[in-house]
């Protein structure tokens, strides 16, 4: 006998959340890219802000504790903004 958990994990592998429209598009940056970006504004990852690794997109993308996400969002002033996320484990 499945319990809703298992449902809903069903559903979740049916559904592209890239597809909907109010999500952003997310890329997990290359070691290199990751290096660059770091020298460029002289930071550490741990100086970045954080998202945990059981974020839906973090998951859909893969990612792993330790990688940067960047995120690619419309802004009315801006045209496109990107952002950087540190990927870290909840645990």
Do not use: C, W
């Amino acid at each position: 006998m499945s319990n809703s958990k298992d449902k809903k994990d069903k559903k979740a592998e049916h559904f592209d959340i890239f597809q909907h429209e109010l999500v952003p598009k997310h890329i997990v940056l290359s070691k290199e890219e990751a290096e660059e970006l770091l020298r460029k504004y002289k930071i550490k990852p741990s100086q970045l802000p954080k998202i945990k690794d059981t974020d839906p997109a973090v998951r859909a993308l893969g990612a792993k504790p330790g990688d940067i996400i960047k995120i690619i969002r419309k802004s009315p002033t801006a045209g496109l903004a990107e952002y950087y996320r540190y990927v870290v484990s909840e645990r």
